[in-house]
């Protein structure tokens, strides 16, 4: 990680070519952890972290997180592409099953909310949700 990396704290205001790199604990070894990771910018644009979802026509799955005593580090940067300016929500959803790109991106932008992605992918998931601020 660079020596300059640092936790994005809520509502902070993030440059739109910030590289983003996620980082997990999962001391949970009962079973299986899936990630999708994605911003939804002030356009109500989807902006996928992880897994990576570069070409349409692809649905990639969730990533599994293993488990471990700490706080480890996803295996790549992200940098998002040309996010819109102004305020952002960045999602997490957590999984027992993995799921896919297509399970939140057949969602209106309406449904992209924790309480709304709870109704659509079921109880079991945890949906967490975090407000950031892209600058020009």
Known sequence: MEPDARRLERN?????????LGVYRNTDTTGAVYLLAFVVDA?????????????????PASILL??????????ETVVLDAPAPGPARLLTVFSREPLHVSDIESLPSE????????????AAIQVREWPIRFTP
């Open 12 to 20: 902070t205001p993030v440059p739109r070519d910030t590289p983003l």
């Open 43 to 59: 356009g109500n644009t989807v902006h996928w972290l992880y897994p990576g979802y570069i070409e349409a026509g692809q649905d």
């Open 66 to 75: 293993p488990p471990g005593p700490g706080d480890t580090p996803l295996p």
């Open 111 to 122: 449904q992209l909310s924790t309480d709304a992605l709870r109704t659509q992918l079921g």
